[in-house]
């Protein structure tokens, strides 16, 4: 059983930065492939950055591709979502997620665990 814990939320301007950070206890962290979703209010949770076991394989949502950076460290057991550029659309509550697949995944039901989310809101 992994749990996961995501902080780093809060409210910026358009154009600024945030980096969220996702804890993870139990399990081998190395193991799992760890996702990032987001779910805007009124909206279904979608997909925003994948990244394999190792950390050499990252996978984007295109709306993020350049701006969104995700990282992972095994060592410290902490995947990351650095997010520069934001625009009021990114708003959501971001979610971290872990897989046990071999390779990253953009479906939300592919994924086992789950965080509580942090909320991101970006104002113009």
């Known amino acids: 059983q992994v749990q996961l814990v995501e902080s780093g939320g809060g409210l910026v301007q358009a154009g600024g930065s945030l980096r969220l950070s996702c804890a993870a206890s139990g399990g081998t962290f190395s193991n799992y492939v760890m996702g990032w979703f987001r779910q805007a209010p009124g909206k279904e949770r979608e997909f925003v950055a994948a990244i394999s076991r190792s950390g050499i394989s990252p996978y984007y949502e295109e709306s993020v591709q350049g701006r969104f950076t995700i990282s992972r460290d095994n060592a410290k057991r902490t995947t990351y979502l650095q997010m520069n550029s934001l625009k009021p659309e990114d708003t959501a509550v971001y979610y971290c997620?872990?897989?046990?697949?071999?390779?990253?995944?953009?479906?939300?039901?592919?994924?086992?665990?789950w965080g509580q989310g942090t909320q991101v809101t970006v104002s113009s």
């Open positions: 997620a872990a897989d046990r697949a071999l390779r990253p995944g953009v479906v939300v039901r592919e994924y086992d665990y």
